[in-house]
């Protein structure tokens, strides 16, 4: 009933800015929490950021000062904008929803930093 689809992952070079968007449909109550998670190959998934519906924010100290976590309640959107990126950034980014007690993800969407 609840889906989370993700757009805006793309290749960008060291230093560069992307900017990733959200978008969840369904069944969504108007308190929750939204975010970004990413995982690289051979990494576990980790948080990136996340929003509350009362704009509290939550970064990764890898993130902090170049990636700003946004979200848009009439439209149960959440976006990521995302500067000065480095080759570390290189992963597949998913889309977070935390409603009600349970967890819900977007397909992902990847980002490669290369050169």
């Known amino acids: 009933q609840v889906q989370l689809v993700e757009s805006g992952g793309g290749l960008v070079q060291p230093g560069g800015s992307l900017g990733l968007s959200c978008a969840a449909s369904?069944?969504?109550?108007?308190?929750?929490?939204m975010g970004w998670y990413r995982q690289a190959p051979g990494k576990q998934r980790e948080l990136v950021a996340t929003?509350?519906?009362?704009?509290?924010?939550n970064y990764a100290g890898s993130v902090k000062g170049r990636f700003t976590i946004s979200r848009d309640n009439g439209k149960n959107s959440v976006y990521l904008q995302m500067n000065s990126l480095k080759p570390e950034d290189t992963a597949l980014y998913y889309c977070y929803l935390r409603l009600l007690g349970r967890d819900y993800w977007g397909q992902g969407t990847q980002v490669t930093v290369s050169s």
């Open positions: 369904g069944s969504i109550f108007s308190i929750n929490v």
């Open positions: 929003i509350t519906s009362g704009g509290s924010t």
